[in-house]
């Protein structure tokens, strides 16, 4: 129970310390959600967060189908439904996959809280104390939360540019088997990566999905960002590959809005009957409020073209960034995402992303440092900078007060350099004028 | 890993069936829930399943409520929101909550995708294996699904009239702890229980929190139905005698609608900060567009007015079944709830209420059987009756079709008594023509 501890200060306060599960000491708060925060401060360009740009979805088109549905089903909407999910809902489901080669059948589709809920409703599912979990390093901030609050350990595979490096697959794997400990499943997000912003090739696709079969783990494909390319499609889903050994999760949150809290498990069959009880028991059913709106929208509205408008938009974005990073930093590195929300950026080997984010914030900008995608403190030298929310003219304001705050951390490196006062100066700096709500 | 064998047939085609989690093995298919496929069929009067009677709200007050939403907060409702739900909210839900004498801050409110949700979370912070919840006998259903589903036991403690038996409770305190094992929280539903329809006293609410005060037990309260009353109130709810002892849940799915999915929880400060994490891991956030109906309709709609409609409703239907109950079937016995939406319902000794079950469906009658209720397999004898959603004459057509079940069941086993036979025969009624999902 020693880990508790750190869960957050003043815990022998609680009268209710000594009761909680074990678990509960893996539940801590994320670098990632604390910036909200300071993200919702309007004088801060917040390169943080991952919020899709829902301003340009026309408003009307969602009144539309509510009404539509509140005057021709409201009394279904109303009330409590199928804990699987509206079977009308499942089947236009199939049909968004299908854009990436899925073929399924909806029987096997399990709508959810989002997909951020099927991710905790398979680990509740799967994941026994100890376990590992296989997943690209940097990975999602909140996917590593929900294996740690389920007490299992996250190992993390390198990525290249072409994405999860299939060679260093196998290495882990046979490490993690040596070490006698169980993988229970490959993590991956491999369309456009949150926060990497890299894509899997298809040889690698099919390449780590036979590495997986050999193994016998099971895959689970995150894909939230898949229909948000730029300028080609990524490629086809692993799922499209094979049926029985891959979960594959998608979301109505960015190609539609997250407001609704509507996502999806697409799972081989068996799975699917223990998602199913697993749902019910956590929520009993997902809205069938914002189940049928989304299916009446999807019915109704030019959908596929509503997502080329989101692509037109981020693209720009994307573009504005990467521009202003070799404008303002051309001395860093970073990835340029063919799809997706994110950049990761390579700061210079002197410069920690963690230690250098008050001053960030304090220059009115805010990045999520690359340690928040590690599960063992790694990525000090890495921040991730979103493009999906701000501006092109905030996201190049962003990158220049970044800039700012970067040559002057470099200036101090040089002046103080030798001297060994670098780490008291910076512990001054973050402890003198703290930002609310990060540490 | 043995108890997996029961979830369902066929497992060993599961090519996974290995690498389940221990706790997926407690996931089985609630009776309730599955009662629900026979409840859609439009022949059968249910008495079984627990929706409330939505077409009771104006569906007007809803769509105003939305398109007011749409209109002045759109960006807001479709993005992202706090893990611990809408401020706005969270202040209205202490009005809610004021109704049964709870004074509250509204920085320990956690929004929920409704309480079941609330619950799950819950579970998830306290529920090592092996742990003990303390619940009434019977007990909510999905509750004790989600006790199993953390590999938690559930102990029993008896009811009557006046609700949970306060030296019933002490009793199975005491040898719980004498047998080693770790009590986490005492689970009840003291007002309009479900499934029992009895109420907890004034006196015992006050001597049970002090009898949980004096264990170190947490008292997890669950009142969905406490501003349900017909004649009086409730007595207040038991967190108005204790902020640090208590978690709270509240739900709008049976004031407003289920279809939202919108709960809470009112916890003490240091259980409300890991609520907000395990939410934030669990959902990101609950649904924004949501949060934000319910809160305009609160603001705007005379939702007082509203539950006292459903209260009228509600009222009108308990009186048709139990003045059906006494016409049709005055040898049984039955409770007479003054609130909530449910008739706890006790056979004559020689009956099953689980056995009797398909022949019921097949007389177009549905009910929900004790035994779905206590996590032991008792409850043979009695059987969950719901008034909530026929209307009054199919309440009154629903007991006069169980009173034809019941009758025959007594003659089947006034022809067969003595002959050893009866057993028999029930099985071959129920093989004969199972009804669809029931087992």
Chains 1, 2 share one sequence.
């Not at 700096?429 to 930002?435: D, H, I, T």
Request: aromatic share 8%; net charge negative; hydrophobic share 40%.
């Amino acid at each position: 129970m020693t880990e508790q501890g750190s869960l957050q200060a003043g815990n022998n306060l609680d009268p209710w310390y000594s009761h909680y599960a074990e678990r509960a000491g893996g539940l801590r708060a994320s670098e990632v959600r604390a910036l909200f925060a300071v993200a919702s401060r309007p004088e801060v360009v917040s390169l943080a967060g991952g919020m899709p740009f829902v301003a340009a979805l026309p408003q009307d088109l969602v009144i539309g189908a509510m009404d539509t549905v509140m005057r021709e089903q409201g009394a279904v909407a109303l009330q409590y439904g199928s804990g699987q999910g509206v079977p009308e809902l499942r089947e236009q489901i199939l049909e968004v996959m299908a854009l990436e080669g899925i073929t399924a059948n909806a029987d096997d589709v399990v709508v959810t809280t989002g997909s951020q809920h099927a991710l905790e409703l398979v680990s509740k599912l799967f994941l026994d104390p100890g376990d590992v979990v296989i997943s690209e390093g940097p990975s999602y901030v909140t996917a590593m939360v929900i294996f740690k609050s389920y007490q299992a350990e996250v190992e993390h595979v390198p990525m290249d540019e072409h994405g999860l490096i299939p060679e260093a697959l196998r290495e882990h794997i046979a490490r993690v088997k040596a070490s006698g400990k169980t993988i229970k499943f490959l993590y991956t997000i491999p369309s456009f990566h949150n926060p990497a912003g890299v894509t899997l090739s298809w040889e690698r696709r099919v390449e780590i999905l036979q590495i997986a079969q050999e193994n016998e783990i099971l895959v689970l494909e995150d894909n939230p960002y898949g229909l948000l390319y730029f300028d080609r499609p990524a490629p086809d889903a692993i799922r499209s590959l094979d049926e029985d050994g891959v979960v594959y999760l998608g979301t109505f949150s960015k190609t539609l809005a997250p407001g609704f809290r509507v996502g999806w498990a697409l799972a081989p069959h068996a799975i699917r009957e223990k998602l199913v009880l697993a749902n019910e028991a956590a929520v009993l059913s997902p809205s069938s409020f914002s189940q049928l709106v989304i299916s009446e929208y999807l019915k109704t509205a030019d959908w596929k073209g509503q997502i080329n408008t989101f692509r037109g938009v981020y693209h720009e974005r994307k573009n504005a960034m990467i521009s202003a990073l070799g404008e303002y930093l051309p001395e860093l590195t970073w990835t340029n995402p063919n799809g997706g929300f994110y950049v990761w950026v390579t700061l210079p080997e002197r410069l920690d992303s963690k230690a250098m984010l008050p001053r960030a914030v304090k220059e009115l900008v805010a990045y999520t440092p690359g340690t928040a995608f590690f599960a063992d403190g790694d990525g000090h030298q890495n921040m991730r900078l979103s493009f999906c929310y701000p501006t092109p003219e905030n996201i190049r304001l962003g990158i220049r007060r970044l800039a700012t705050v970067i040559r002057g951390e470099l200036d101090l490196l040089d002046t103080f350099a030798g001297t060994g006062s670098l780490d008291a100066l910076r512990d001054g700096q973050r402890f003198a004028a703290p930002p609310p709500n990060i540490s």
